[in-house]
């Protein structure tokens, strides 16, 4: 009787106040949701109630290994995490100067992160500086531009090296920050390249005679290697093909167990632009192998390859009625094998997403290397008649082999987890979005705050619309919430006796 007392006297300005309240506070929810969903990748909901209601509540946490085996198989699976995620060089990688920079003039946009930029300076420390360097004034002054964050400083350093004498270091410098040109860039370079042969010739002379000596002749190789690397690269882009791959070849011949500089990439890539494709299969044949790490150069060079080989003829219907060929199951299987190593590149190939210059840095099978592929290896899927119908046909095919890539892979191990955070440091994310693979599906509460936030706002403007008929309705829905609960009161009544009902009420 008093529960409907007081429904009665409720008037429709309270219900309004109510779901009005009830439906920002929902929404409020729902906004810090999303966004430490979007920053996270995971419910702020969920954690709490995984972290500390779960405990409270006398949960086991199944995560914790039971046995020496399972520590084991953590470990293992630890190191891999560890060794999936290494960032590595581009090995195609712009010059600042006379891209990157003009990319900046141009648009206004700063296409390196600071992340890239910082890993780059600790390459250039580590390959172009040995402990010796202070005996030699100009190595002295470049050990320290390596390490200056201002590139104007670098540049002034690097003159400041060249006045005291013919530095390699210096003049590769100067070739990739301050050249505006390619033609300038490559003029800077070869004139590093008299330098660092003749630095070489020197310290493999002494290199037997000490550590120190030792230490001399690794930097003097990986300085020539890298001066030679990239007057090739420099022949490649003023369209001296040719030239490129006799330089990369005698390269790789000349330094054969430097293969951490993946030069073949480049010596693929120039050959491709021949469209040497029996050349292209011979350097497949020998880093294509299951003891090497693979690239996603690698993995669509060959499925490029062997679309070549049917794509011309490929028909969706056609193959449909009769099935496919042993050629086209080759070729598809090609694909598949492609795909499950890097997902993210079939989109940049078929122009579903836009490409941005690549990073100095990449990491396998995320979405930064995508882009570097995608960047220099798109023209030579488009030569190709049909290779990109065929791709747009067969990609998507592979994830239903592999419904659950981070727990099993097919051809491959699984899908590693921290892409996403790796790629967010390489990339530019204020004007590119990063590409997440697998998809993270919205989490329950987020869901479940969107849903409570819009049927209360929708509450809100009817009973402000339409308050007289919204409170019947509110009333009489209150009223057969409360009906089991008035039945039980008064069945509770009948039953007591009055004098002990009445001394419970006073209580």
């Known amino acids: 009787m008093e529960v409907s007392m007081f ?95 003009r990319y900046t003039w141009v648009t206004g946009r700063e296409p390196l992160t600071y992340y890239d930029m ?32 201002n590139p104007q400083a670098r540049i002034s350093a690097a003159h400041q090296s060249l006045e005291l004498e013919d530095c390699a270091t210096a003049s590769i410098l100067l070739a990739e920050e301050e050249a505006t040109t390619i033609v300038e860039a ?41 001066i030679k690397r990239r007057l090739a690269m420099c022949s490649r882009k003023l369209g001296r093909t040719r030239e490129a791959v006799k330089m990369l070849r005698d390269l790789m011949k000349e330094f054969p167990l430097l293969s951490m500089f993946n030069i073949h990439e480049n010596l693929l890539e120039s050959l491709l632009e021949l469209q040497n494709y029996a050349d292209v299969q011979a350097v497949l044949a020998k880093y294509d192998d299951i003891s090497l790490p693979k690239s996603a150069t690698i993995c669509y060079t060959a499925a490029l390859l062997k679309a070549r080989a049917v794509s011309d003829k490929f028909s969706p219907e056609a193959a449909s009625r009769r099935g496919l060929s042993t050629a086209e199951m080759n070729a598809v299987e090609a694909i598949h094998r492609a795909v499950e190593f890097n997902p ?27 882009i570097a592929y995608a960047f220099f290896h798109l023209q030579h899927w488009k030569r190709v008649e049909g290779a990109l119908n065929l791709l747009h046909c067969t990609w998507e095919g592979t994830f239903r082999m592999i419904p659950y890539p981070l727990e099993k892979g097919h051809l491959f191990y699984p899908y590693p987890i921290c892409t996403e955070t790796a790629d967010r440091e390489l ?36 009973t402000h619309q339409f308050p007289e008929l919204m409170g019947v309705f509110a009333k009489a829905f209150l009223s057969t919430l409360f009906a089991p609960l008035n039945f039980i009161m008064e069945k509770v009544e009948s039953i007591l006796p009055s004098s002990l009902w009445h001394q419970l009420t006073r209580i």
Not at 63 to 86: F, H, I, L, W
Not at 128 to 149: G, N, V, Y
Not at 197 to 209: I, K
Not at 441 to 458: D, H, K, N, R, W
């Open 186 to 226: 490559e003029k800077l370079f070869k004139q590093a390249l008299k330098a660092g042969e003749g630095c070489y010739r020197r310290s493999q002379q002494l290199q037997h005679h000490g550590a120190q000596y030792e230490a001399q002749h690794r930097r003097d190789t990986n300085v020539l290697v890298y």
């Open 344 to 370: 993210h590149v079939p989109k940049y190939l078929l122009e579903m997403k836009s490409l941005i210059l690549p990073p100095e840095h990449i990491l396998k099978r995320g979405d930064s290397e995508a």
């Open 427 to 462: 990339l530019p994310t204020v004007f590119h979005e990063v590409s997440v693979y697998p998809k993270k599906e919205l989490p329950f509460f987020i869901l479940f705050t969107a849903g409570l936030c819009s049927f209360t706002a929708m509450l809100a403007l009817l």
């Open 118 to 149: 910082n890993l780059s300076a600790q390459d250039h420390q580590t390959f172009f500086t040995c402990d010796s360097d202070h005996l030699r004034p100009a190595d002295a002054i470049m050990q320290k531009a390596w390490r200056e964050r």
């Open 7 to 101: 429904l009665n006297t409720l008037t429709p300005k309270f219900y309004v106040a109510l779901t009005g309240t009830s439906s920002l506070i929902s929404g409020l929810i729902l906004i810090f949701e999303w966004w430490y969903f979007r920053k996270y990748g995971t419910s702020f909901i969920e954690q709490v109630s995984v972290s500390h209601l779960r405990p409270l509540l006398g949960g086991v946490d199944n995560s914790s290994p039971t046995n020496s085996n399972t520590s084991n198989g953590d470990a293992d699976s630890n190191r891999q995490s560890v060794s999936e995620c290494k960032v590595w060089r581009n090995p195609l990688n712009l010059f600042r100067g006379a891209e990157y920079n």
